[in-house]
């Protein structure tokens, strides 16, 4: 099962998202639509992928990155472009490729 | 892929190539809408195929009549629509709706966020066009909707359809990007000039075929070519086609 954890501030798109993650078999979404939020879950458990979706500033991805240092998880963190399942597999499967 | 050396009066420099035949493009066929994608896209995941610089996205799609694409999301990308044939209807988040139809562009800049739909008006005739998405120089900008009409006389030179700059011909995005349009006669000869250092083109035969550099490009076929300040384009039948010049690193 892999996990993917959506960090989006625009919640009809991450819902959306997560959706389309959810329709494949052993894929796993969350989402968390803030900063704080994103942080929460990484505390609380460890994805596979994490996307950046719109509304997140540089700077909170930023910041997202070097609390994952200090959780030491090697999760890849990639930007999401497009809002919906045009690029959404390929950017997972990369990512994940990458993670192997 | 291959390398190839290009002869300036400065120094040489080592152009390098890329052809997509129209054969080797993923496919999907979901009845009312039957798509090639030139690069991965939904379905269609091919590692070797994820983008040409900046150019993420280019679907020729075929739309049947009464048929399309109900409401969803975009968000952080350039989104350009190119009917070939037929008309769209347009209806956004942002108050926007409108029809686009052949002889026209669309540009949606995504941004923060924005639904649409798009469905083909015509009941019975189908709608054929191109979407093409280019990575954003900017994310989460204020999402933006624009259409114009675009020179569909002019032959045998490039007709500028898109730009970085809101005041230069075509529509803009927010990318260092330029597309063209050439509608050449059998044996025409033209150079394309890039505009800026960095950048690559991908070039997209819409109708007959093309040699570019001496390079053999047939119909739906893409060629891309970059570290290069220029190439060379020569009809080889009366022909049609779209330069998308993008940063190769953005």
């Known amino acids: ?100 | 892929m291959c390398l190839k050396f290009v002869a300036t009066k400065e120094k040489k420099i080592m152009a390098q190539t890329v052809l997509h035949t129209a054969n080797t493009r993923g496919a999907a066929d979901h009845g009312w809408l039957k798509s090639f994608h030139s690069f991965s896209f939904a379905g269609y995941y091919n590692p070797e195929r994820i983008h040409f610089g900046a150019l993420r996205v280019l679907n020729d799609d075929f739309v049947t009549g009464g048929m399309g694409f109900g409401e969803h999301p975009h968000d952080n990308m350039e989104i350009i629509s190119i009917p070939l044939e037929g008309a769209l209807q347009h209806k956004d988040s942002l108050g926007t709706t409108a029809t686009i139809k052949s002889g026209e562009i669309q540009v949606m800049s995504a941004g923060t966020g924005v639904y649409h739909s798009e469905y083909n008006p015509d009941a019975t005739n189908p709608a054929k066009f191109l979407q093409i998405w280019v990575f954003p120089n900017k994310r989460n900008v204020e999402p933006r909707y624009d259409q114009i009409t675009i020179d569909a006389t002019t032959r045998n030179e490039f007709v500028q359809v898109l730009s970085p700059n809101a005041n230069d011909a075509g529509v803009w995005i927010y990318q260092d990007a330029w597309f063209n349009i050439g509608r050449f006669d059998a044996a025409t000869t033209k150079t394309y000039n890039l505009h800026k250092t960095g950048n690559g083109a991908y070039i997209f035969v819409l109708k007959g075929s093309i040699k570019i550099d001496g390079q053999n490009v047939g119909t739906r076929d893409g060629f891309g070519i970059w570290d290069t300040e220029k190439f060379e384009i020569t009809a080889s039948t009366d022909a049609e086609f779209l330069i998308m010049e993008v940063p190769m690193e953005f």
């Open chain 1, 1 to 100: 099962m892999a996990n993917i954890l959506i960090v989006c501030a625009n919640q009809p798109i991450a819902t959306t998202i997560a959706r389309l993650i959810d329709k494949i078999d052993d894929w796993h979404a969350s989402i968390a639509l803030s900063l704080n939020h994103a942080l929460e879950n990484c505390y609380a458990k460890t994805f596979d992928v994490i996307l950046i979706g719109s509304g997140i500033s540089q700077e909170h991805e930023d910041i997202l990155r070097l609390h994952l240092e200090k959780l030491n998880t090697k999760t890849p963190v990639v930007k999401h472009y497009g809002g919906g399942g045009g690029l959404l597999y390929a950017e997972i499967y990369q990512a994940l490729e990458r993670n192997d």
